[in-house]
């Protein structure tokens, strides 16, 4: 069982920063790749980025290809999301996730966390 806890969302405007935590629990942390996904309102919850259990794999979304960075630290438990030059459509709730393996399908994560809001204004 792992439990999942993000943190670090708020409210900025276009072309600023933000940097997420996603703190989970248990000893067996290190073993899972992690994903972060978003959901604005209205539209279904979509992949964002993903990053292997060691940290040697990533994978990305085209929309935020070269203005996010996933990276994770298994001494701390512990999965970031750099978000750089944000844009309006960036606005969502924004989960991270533990699954098995590197994947873009939200259906194959088996745990989540319970969000944090991301508002970017114009």
């Known amino acids: 069982q792992v439990q999942l806890v993000e943190s670090g969302g708020g409210l900025l405007q276009a072309g600023g920063s933000l940097r997420l935590s996603c703190v989970a629990s248990?000893?067996?942390?290190?073993?899972?790749?992690m994903g972060w996904f978003r959901q604005a309102p209205g539209r279904e919850r979509e992949f964002v980025t993903a990053i292997s259990w060691s940290g040697g794999s990533t994978s990305y979304a085209d929309s935020v290809k070269g203005r996010f960075t996933i990276s994770r630290d298994n001494a701390r438990n512990t999965v970031y999301l750099q978000m750089n030059s944000l844009k309006p459509e960036d606005t969502a709730v924004y989960y991270c996730?533990?699954?098995?393996?590197?994947?873009?399908?939200?259906?194959?994560?088996?745990?989540w966390g319970q969000g944090t809001q991301v508002t970017v204004s114009s």
């Open positions: 996730a533990a699954g098995r393996s590197l994947v873009t399908s939200r259906h194959l994560y088996s745990y």
């Open positions: 248990g000893r067996t942390f290190s073993s899972y790749a």
